[in-house]
């Protein structure tokens, strides 16, 4: 650790994902193995008590950083560091960072009741010694999402998407984790829920010193979240600032489109008009800049050179060719 203030470093991290047809097919068809880039050096540091989000288009490799760091995937190249944990929490957890997912109906336990549910982390990591405290801490838990404690006898599918999902933060809370990383958490929620799920979300960072790193394509949910935000594209970070600076003047052409098309319910097409059709496969990534063949500055040097990430006027990181000097 470089700093002591950062809950977690993150270092020129890159999965590679073998996408080759099966063995045989590519015997009979004489084609050769492909691989897919999905994330590409991926830097970036958090805060303790902070919220990073992560930005970009469907593909863009957000959840495959979601997954690298919460142990699910294996970098191909790179570096995942977190703090040590606070002094006197019991070793022998598997995980630094508990995640909370998209889909609250996928990731819980249909069979299970809420209160297995929710106990299974602390059971698993021997965080209270005996049923009656356990008992205890769930229905403590239930509560602080908002949830009562009659609930644990009840099953996931009795419940409503978002109180769903506040089961689903009561167990990543079990284990007493200081990282959650949530992927696209209130994606699937109407929106005066989402609201709701992320008011919550927003006073348990306080009320517990969380860290997080938030996932979502929706800028407005981002900037009500996020203490700073990077932008990804086809698997890189493109720009990265502090909410407010990357609001008040963002510098990557990219980042200037994404804020033009914060999603409009009366024209939900016209983000992809603007932004020039759909993202290039990151099978076959475009030469030099990856964005140049959508972008509206794009000159020479963009189709030849990747850009390198480089300081940003004002603070954080840019890379693009035609972004100001510092
Ligand atoms: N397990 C995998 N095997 C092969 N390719 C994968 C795998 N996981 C992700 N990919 C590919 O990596 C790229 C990034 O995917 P990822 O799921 O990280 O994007 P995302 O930004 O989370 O998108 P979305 O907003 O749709 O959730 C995509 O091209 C995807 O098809
Ligand atoms: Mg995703």
Known sequence: MRSSENALEVDQLTRVFDVSSPWLNRMIERKPKRYLRAVQDVTFTVQKGRCLALVGESGCGKSTVARLVTGLYDPTEGAIVFAPARKGLRIGRPMEAQMIFQDPHASLNPRWRVGDIVAEPIREFGLRDTAEEVDVRVADLLKIVGLSPDDSRRYP?????????????????????????CDEPTSALDVSVQAQILNLMRSLQDELG???????????VVRHMADRIAVMYLGRIVEEADT???FGDPQHPYTQLLLQTIPDV????????????????????????????????????CSREAPP??????????????????
């Not at 419940?159 to 990543?172: K, L, M, V």
């Not at 990430?309 to 510092?326: E, I, K, L, N, Q």
């Open 244 to 246: 407010e600076a990357l």
């Open 309 to 326: 990430s480089r300081d940003r006027h004002g603070g954080g990181v840019v890379a693009c060719h035609m972004a100001p000097s510092t």
């Open 266 to 301: 009366a024209a939900p097409n016209r983000d992809r008009e603007l932004m020039g059709g759909e993202p290039p496969s990151p099978l076959d990534p475009p030469k030099g800049c990856a964005f140049h063949p959508r972008c509206p500055l794009a000159a020479d040097i």
């Open 210 to 220: 969380l860290t997080y790193l938030f996932i979502s394509h929706n800028l407005a």
């Open 157 to 181: 599918h009795e419940f409503s998407g978002g109180q769903r999902q506040r089961i689903s933060i009561a167990r990543a809370l079990a284990s007493e984790p200081e990282f959650l990383v």
